[in-house]
């Protein structure tokens, strides 16, 4: 009987080897190619549905929209083969989840076999893509990651590169926006427990003190937490007239209704992250007003293309722009450039030439070699507020498009 | 922590439970009728609740009231499922029918994220943001409303299952099976019938926590799991037992969350759950039924 | 007569059959041996995705026979894998992040990690009889996701990145994950001749009467937990080399224990092969819907049902009894036996 058995597994077994060997044996090695390729492949692992669905959304005009504009003018010119190829971008729902993020990006480099990687986003998931990247040796530019959370994810980081705000300064931000006006000075931190939660908290609690601030209560908790009462109730005990919050989209709209419902009113609150994607303010609709989040883009500052690249994403999406239209566009131009720069498909080349990025995009400034850690270009901050669902800078003055309002008027009446 | 953040753990958590108690509803009724562990209840709460987002967005109706309407649609999704996945593997002992549950749970999740994919949803009211000022602790109106609907259904599922020929007949196949057939009663079509109101139930299940939380396709897990601990707590025998153990479940949360932190306070139900079935492995659910 | 029932009956008759060292018989064993070493050159002829493909193969076949176990062959059916998995995974990436010890051990020690909660549970769990246990372990394993979630000691929900220089090569995963298929198997194969062996059988058909029959059944159920934990413990630390990083969410998710009940239920309960079988099926069906998860995951479930109606003995226990059904085994049983005479 066993040794039937045996017989009968081997013969599966055989058979599943033969499905997975006989098509591989099809011939595919990679020789050195004479010919010029038929198209350059990027790649992106990208929440266009989960918790960070809204990020997704800009993330997916941005690199579609930096790599189409470059077909239109034929493609991009490679220098090994004096001739210009057309570029191509493969995208991948990971759903906001991190280990999605992980097998589309093996996905990505193994099976499609991408010349270039583009990040995810936030930390969680452009950790996870990027983790693969750099054990693949695969060149990958990233936004949406701000840059204490991912340089502390790797001792060192070789094959992928960063742009976007550094914690230091953004979590000065808070503090000076609200040096303008008078308050109690008692802050209530609410902090969920990822990446950006911790790296800030801590800021945060670090920089308080020295500025004036007292941090009267800091609530951390799981991303994901739907019952936010018990720690809204501490908050008001502590009398905090400043909320500032780290958290995603949809526990930042749970903690704004639940503070409606419990009747707690701070005379200003920072909603990082959170508050964002423009979701926040359709959510919310009137209860979004007066909210502050950090910005680090806006339409009017002077950089090339800022402001047409707002109407364009508006005209062609047909919704409220967010600044994350502008790193993302800007993350697949370096790429870009850098594979022209380097001129061959070479992934070390284009390693390489990504390092040497110094130019100034519309994002902003992008050099790598002078950024923290190397490997990233740091974006600095002002404040946003949300008036009447679009978002005014209103520190620092030289740059405010509005008044900043202030204190939050008693919640309306539901 | 102070005595009035305690206060206020346990007074929201009491109405809560309430809420805990109607979800946990339709999973009593199937293991106590068919000893069935349904636990793709969970799905079904979520399925509830999507198309309640469906249906109140269509006709631009109050949740609440689109809830009616799903009863009878919820009904008339539960019956199939019992009757054509279930009932032919009833025989096979109480494993199988698990295992298939599963399968079912695996099915109904991947349902939702497909057509609704993983965005988080809630079904929004004009009163949504409404607080209430109880015994000093203020709430949100959305936990006093559960509370309420929960006396109502429970009560009302009580007395249906008490005094209606149906509600008899179920107890009847669920007390002792082969000598309800003999006076006449089909347990199969009784198996169907208590699955059927055990989905219907969670249509008011899925309404309440869409409406006071909000919800993704995976978010079934944590509901079934909050359904055993009312279960195994209440037990099996009393419909309205179910009402003393979501209370229980409600205020164990509410305080012990303010005690050990927001984030654990799934973890307390687990706990009790873990405990209690220590101390009574199996005979918490008593030969006494509904 | 129930799937265990079913499955008893045949097994039992095995156990009385007495080896003959026949030709046949080191015929199966060259057969194997060649399939062995064609395993071992596949990763020099297929790309770098069927590697990646089969390693997931092996580690399904790993954690599904680690199931198989307590499920398929002493009836415990546990649905709370995910907790030894995702011990083993977290007890491996701290190890490496803190510790300069070579990956070998890290996930040997993971597995002993693993079976240390198994045996800490295992006096509140074996109080739980019949569908209880199945709830009780369900419940337990997501505790644990939550608390470590939450506890910041390990990372919450940052969870923690593993030091990429402490990692194998990429290439190297496919013969790890071979590797523990292999063993796990093996440890099964090597329990069922066993007195272990037989007790495990005997909870399935019935545990009081096991117990009446002087079978230690707390000692033997507590074996298979404990050895179920281990494999599944380190399936978990190779995961989360092969991932680099770990996080609470998806490294303790429930869907980890689905998938191996689901392979070894498919492919078929309480045999040796079936898990085999089962995960090439997963694997395959992967493939076809890749980029359709959902879809995947649906027809899955659909399966699932349909065999636990229809197909109790799962794919490759079916075929086994239609093969026996028709008289093949016989008639190859009648052809060895003439070989060895001759």
Known sequence: MQKIRIRQAAAAVLMFIAMVVLPACGGQTTGPAQNAPKQILLGASIPETGALAAFGTYEKWGYTTAIDDLNK????????????VPVALKLYDDESQPQLATSNTQKLILSDKVNGLLGSATPPQVISGAVVAERNRVPMVTGIAPIRAFLGAQPKWNYVWDIFFDELDMTQQQFLTMNTVASNKRIALFTDNEQDGVVMGKLWEETAPKMGYTIAYHATFPVGTTDFGDLIRRAQAAKAEVVITQMITPDAIALWRQMQTLNYRPKAAFIEKGSEPAQWATALKDAAQGVMVTGYWYPTLPYPGASTLRTRFEKDTNQTYSQHIADTYTAAQIMLDAITSAGSLDPNA???????????????????AKGPGGHTSALPTFMLQWQNGQTQIVYPSKLSTAKFLYPLPAWSKA | MT???LLAGAVSGLLLGGLYAVTALGLSLVFGVMRLVNVAHGELLLLAAYLNFVISGALGIDPLLAAVLLIPIMFLVGYPLQRWIFNPLMHMGSEPPLLAAFGLSIILQNVLLLIWHADTRVLVTSYSGMGVQLFDVRVSLLYVLAFVMAFVLIIGVHLFMQHSYLGKAIRAAAQDASTAQVMGINPEQIYALTYAIGAATAALGGTLIGMTFSFVPTSGLTWLLKGFVVVVLGGMGSITGMLGAGFILGIAEGVGGA??????????????FIIVLVLRPAGLFSRSRV | MNIRERLDVKSASQQSEKQKHNSLYWISWLIIGLVGIGLLFVPFIADQYSISLAYTFFLYVALAQSWNLLGGYTGLVSLGQ???????????????????????????ASGVVATVFAVAISLPVFRFRGIYFAIGTLVLAEALRIWM???????????????????????????????LAAASTGIIAFILHTKLGIGLRAIRANEDAAQNMGVN??????????????????????????????????????????TAINIVIIGGVGTLFGPVVGAAFATLLDQALQNYASIHLMITGVILILVIRFLP???WGQAHKLLERRGIINALRRLSHNAART
Not at chain 1, 352 to 367: E, L
Not at chain 3, 155 to 169: V, Y
């Open chain 3, 82 to 108: 995910a907790a030894f998995f995702g011990l083993g995974a977290y007890t491996t990436a701290l190890l490496l992040t803190l510790t300069g010890l070579p990956f070998l051990v890290a996930i040997l």
């Open chain 2, 259 to 272: 005690i050990a932190g927001t984030g654990y306070r799934d973890m307390i139900g687990f706990l009790i």
């Open chain 3, 313 to 315: 003995a799962g794919i």
């Open chain 3, 217 to 258: 059944t707390f000692r033997v159920k507590l074996f298979a937990f404990a050895i179920s934990a281990f494999i599944a413990g380190v399936a978990g630390g190779v995961q989360a080399t092969y991932q680099g990083t770990v996080e609470p969410y998806s490294t303790f998710a429930v869907s980890w224990t689905i």
């Open chain 2, 3 to 5: 005595p009035s953040t």
């Open chain 1, 73 to 84: 003018s034929g493609g991009l010119y490679l220098s090994q083969y004096k001739t210009k």
């Open chain 1, 350 to 368: 284009i390693n390489t030439a990504i390092g040497k990025t110094d130019k100034t995009y519309v994002v902003g400034p992008v050099n790598f």
């Open chain 3, 149 to 179: 979630i939450n506890w910041s000691v390990t990372g919450g929900a940052q969870g923690i990145n593993l030091p990429l220089a402490s990692l194998p090569d990429p290439n190297s995963f496919y013969y790890i994950a071979l590797a």
